[in-house]
Nanobody, 126 residues
Framework: QVQLVESGGGLVQAGGSLRLSCAVS????????TGWFRQDPGKERDFVAA????????LYAESAKDRFTISRDNTKNTVYLHIYDLKPEDTAVYSC???????????????????WGQGTQVTVSS
């Protein structure tokens, strides 16, 4: 059974940084893409970044290119999202998700993503 569990969210002052973690289990050796998304209350869920199984391919939303870094440690089955210079508009629930299949940019951005974590809240105070 595939499971994704996010952690690392919290209350942070503007200008600070966070590292979100997504612990992934049950994917075994299947080729897959892992993505990070965020959602403000009452708004659509937005794509933030995605990474291939090997970490050799990454994709970022235009709004995330400057202050976000996605990475993974396959020895720990964990995908990370570093967020730097946090701004109040980064406040959202951040979720990770997994797509089964090979990498391509369109799939990484638009899915479909087959499994989702429960999300972790990030709140940035000004």
């Amino acid at each position: 059974q595939v499971q994704l569990v996010e952690s690392g969210g919290g209350l942070v002052q503007a200008g600070g940084s966070l590292r979100l973690s997504c612990a992934v289990s049950g994917l075994s050796d299947s080729d897959h893409v892992t993505g990070w998304f965020r959602q403000d209350p009452g708004k659509e869920r937005d794509f933030v970044a995605a990474i291939s199984k090997t970490g050799g391919s990454t994709l970022y939303a235009e709004s995330a290119k400057d202050r976000f870094t996605i990475s993974r440690d396959n020895t720990k089955n964990t995908v990370y999202l570093h967020i730097y210079d946090l701004k109040p508009e980064d406040t959202a629930v951040y979720s990770c998700a997994a797509h089964f299949g090979p990498w391509n940019d369109a799939t990484a951005r638009f899915g479909p993503y087959h499994y989702w974590g429960q999300g972790t809240q990030v709140t940035v105070s000004s």
